[in-house]
């Protein structure tokens, strides 16, 4: 089997902090290698394992998402394609999924993986517009994918409970929590990916696009208030929450 997964460099979501004065996030700096990408890379790298063939991790970014690669490559995927674009973010999701399509298209694979949606905008868009992009079915929510004669079985995670759908191959799969345990790349794997090709290609963009725009991300502000009551007995208490209730009609 031939499979590329996408996967997306992002912040650290783990280490934002919100400026309480200004409600914008403060970034640390550190980026990482998408949560819901993690799964996709694992997955890909078990079928691979069982089936045979290559893994090819694609991504878009300017020259640091190359370490988002090489964490792939440590993990065990075969090589990766960097597209260079400085900040993928700037496009709307269509005009970024037909970059992505445009390197994934020649590689004549079996499989597309991906993370459900990323950490950082979390839009879900990316990688069901590619499968539209590539002609591919797709199938989202995916937490358990099994692949057999050209055809995949997979168990989507649904809003009332799980749904079983086959699907024909070539086809995208969008991951989920619960697909797998990523692995953590060992040390012999990250020697390894020293050594495993990462081709960089220019992205082609062709004119800016204006289908959708992103504000800056804030935290909302605080709308509610509370009143505690405290150092009271039990009794005072609750006949001071029932006035409260009873003055603001809410019962």
Known sequence: ???????????????????????????????????????????ALQLRD?????????????????????????????????????????LDTLALAGILAGQIRPLDVDLVLAGQTA???????????????LDMPVVSNVVDLTVEDRRAVVRR????????VET????????????????LPS???????????IDRVAAETGA???RAAWTEPAAPPRTAGGVIVQDQPAAEAARQLIAWLQEHKLI
């Open 168 to 183: 024909p191959l070539p086809a995208v799969v969008l991951a989920s929590t619960g697909l797998n345990e990523p692995r």
């Open 119 to 133: 950490d950082d905008y979390e839009s879900g868009q990316v990688g069901a517009q590619v499968a539209e992009l």
């Open 208 to 210: 800016p696009t204006e």
């Open 50 to 90: 069982a089936h045979g063939g290559e893994v090819i991790v694609v991504t878009a970014g300017p020259a640091s998402a190359k370490d988002a690669i090489t964490r792939a490559l440590a993990m065990g995927a075969d090589r990766g394609i960097q597209i260079d674009l400085a900040d993928p973010n700037q």
């Open 1 to 43: 089997m031939k499979i590329a997964v996408l996967v997306k460099q992002t912040p650290d979501m783990n280490a934002v902090k919100i400026d309480r004065a200004t409600g914008k996030p403060v970034l640390s700096g550190q980026n990482v290698v998408s949560s819901y990408d993690e799964y996709a890379i694992e997955e």
């Open 157 to 164: 995670d649904m809003e009332d409970g799980y749904q079983t």
């Open 187 to 197: 040390l012999k794997g990250i020697m390894a990916a020293k050594k495993k090709p």
